[in-house]
């Protein structure tokens, strides 16, 4: 098939399966031996989800931050981190331009078609948040605009579960929250405990929680059939699960413990 017989299937297809057609499969994923070797481990993250992963002034921090840097240390390897926009993070694996992507990623059949993922290292969801006391459950949501941030489950799900009138795509998570609070927007859909810090933060604003659309396992990932990347990932998290460490770091980002039971 030519390189324009495979863009043009891509307009009928979805982005993921476009990456997959363009791309191909990842044959020169680094294999975990040679990331051993290197000595470090390449890692993909956006930084701008707190608090799974944002910028302190130029410091990269966050709960997922933490959790792979822990797992690093299991691995005997260093993190090389790399930030880039959320829509980029898993078209770099199909490219060979890391070798891991950590950032709150939830696991879907269509993302699990085009990556590898490992084992959760937490569950989650999406809540709705608005202002006023209008808009609390997925049925409040009929006829009504809902900000979310492009990419993200959050858009799939309120489009499948809700009757919003409109479901309106934002860069970034924040910049969704930013619409809220404007006021352009009657609801925002975001990460459970995104949602919980940013009211913390924004006691002003308004902004209160409503019921949650649905429930979602979030892991890293790898690129597709790059399983001794991906079982390293699982031994590193289950060791860190099993010695303390991990329940320290959600306790440190959440007050409790917040891996999948």
């Known amino acids: 098939m030519t390189m324009l017989h495979r863009l043009a299937m891509c307009f009928v297809s979805s982005v993921l399966a476009c990456i997959s057609l363009v791309h191909g499969d990842a044959a020169h994923a680094r294999p975990f031996d040679d990331i051993k070797k290197d000595g470090r481990i390449i890692v993909a993250t956006e930084g701008q989800f707190a608090p799974f992963n944002y910028f302190q002034g130029s410091r990269l921090t966050g ?6 840097e822990a797992m690093a240390q299991r691995m005997g390897v260093k993190i090389e981190w790399k930030a880039l926009s959320f829509d980029a993070l898993l078209a770099g694996l199909r ?8 950032a709150s990623h939830g696991i879907t059949e269509e993302r699990s078609r085009a990556v590898t993922f490992s084992n959760p290292h937490y569950c989650s969801g999406g809540i709705i948040v608005s202002k006023g006391e209008g808009v609390r459950t997925v049925k409040d949501l009929s006829g009504k605009v809902v900000a979310v941030q492009i990419g993200s489950t959050y858009f ?13 795509t934002f860069p970034q998570d924040s910049d969704a929250r930013a619409a809220l609070i404007t006021g352009r927007v009657d609801a925002w859909v975001t990460d459970r405990f995104v949602a919980k810090a ?3 933060a924004n006691r002003a604003s308004g902004m ?6 649905f429930v979602e396992r979030i892991a890293s990932a790898v690129a597709k059939g790059n399983g001794s990347v991906a079982s390293e990932i699982n031994k590193a998290l289950a060791a860190i699960q099993a010695d303390g460490t991990y329940d320290a770091i959600s306790r440190k980002w959440f007050g409790e413990d917040i891996r999948c039971k």
Request: proline share 0%; hydrophobic share 45%; aromatic share 6%.
């Open 63 to 68: 709960f997922e931050v933490d959790i792979a």
């Open 95 to 102: 490219q060979d331009r890391w070798d891991m992507v950590i």
């Open 156 to 168: 799939d799900n309120v489009k499948k579960t809700t009757e919003a009138r409109e479901v309106k």
């Open 198 to 200: 940013a009211l913390e």
């Open 208 to 213: 209160q929680l409503g019921d949650m659309v």
